[in-house]
């Protein structure tokens, strides 16, 4: 694999890779994150502006009622488990971390909610250290490009930051999403007018 070849690739189809996700603020971001769990960001775009709106702080949301929640994120998949866990997030946010989200990995993944991927997106997009968020679409697209191989998230994520810099990590796991929902998708890839089909061990597989 031609790395260098596939970074200017990518640096040209996706010239400014950010988040679908809509959010404002840290609050937002990772409320956003964690139902965009299993769940397409679309679907999460559909449900925040009503639930921020009512439960604008993680203060506010931490004073609501699981129920009330439930009826706003209906539409998001696992909803009832989701609609315990922000709540959840937000008091433990309250009550251990003096209303601010923690900066720290390992505090971060206590919060109710919050996984290693969740943790990573959470990092990467607040710019406080650079990481690598494996979801279902750097996992499938990183390996069909030979980029990486593994059976868990976890060894995706350690061959991407050992085989790329830390300069364009945060890039590389937005161009990495980006391409294989508009491209590389996990359904009949569209090979034929992939830019960097020539580059892809994978190519019309």
Not at 22 to 48: G, H, P, R
Not at 81 to 109: F, Q
Not at 172 to 181: A, F
Request: a positive charge; hydrophobic letters at 35%; glycine letters at 4%.
């Amino acid at each position: 694999m031609n790395k260098t070849k596939l970074i200017k690739t990518f640096e040209i189809l996706y010239p400014e890779p950010e988040s679908e996700l809509n959010f404002k603020n840290t609050y937002q971001l990772v409320v956003s994150v964690i139902l965009s769990a299993q769940c397409t960001d679309k679907k999460v775009n559909e449900v925040t502006p009503t639930l921020f709106k009512d439960f604008s702080s993680f203060k506010k949301l931490s004073e609501a009622k699981i129920s009330q929640i439930e009826k706003i994120i209906r539409q998001v998949n696992y909803y009832k488990t989701k609609s315990k866990n922000i709540v959840n997030m937000a008091k433990m946010v309250i009550e251990n971390y003096k209303g601010r989200l923690p900066r720290k990995h390992n505090e971060l993944i206590k919060l109710p909610g919050v996984g290693r991927k969740t943790a990573n997106v959470v990092l990467g997009e607040l710019v406080v250290t650079p990481t690598i968020a494996v979801d279902t679409h750097v996992f499938r697209v990183s390996q069909r490009l030979g980029l990486a191989k593994g059976k868990t998230p976890l060894d995706i994520e350690k061959q991407l930051m050992k085989g790329f810099s830390k300069s364009i990590w945060r890039n590389l796991h937005h161009w990495l999403i980006l391409h294989g929902r508009r491209v590389c998708k996990a359904q009949n890839p569209d090979c034929v007018n992939c830019e960097v089909s020539e580059l892809c061990p994978s190519k019309f597989l």
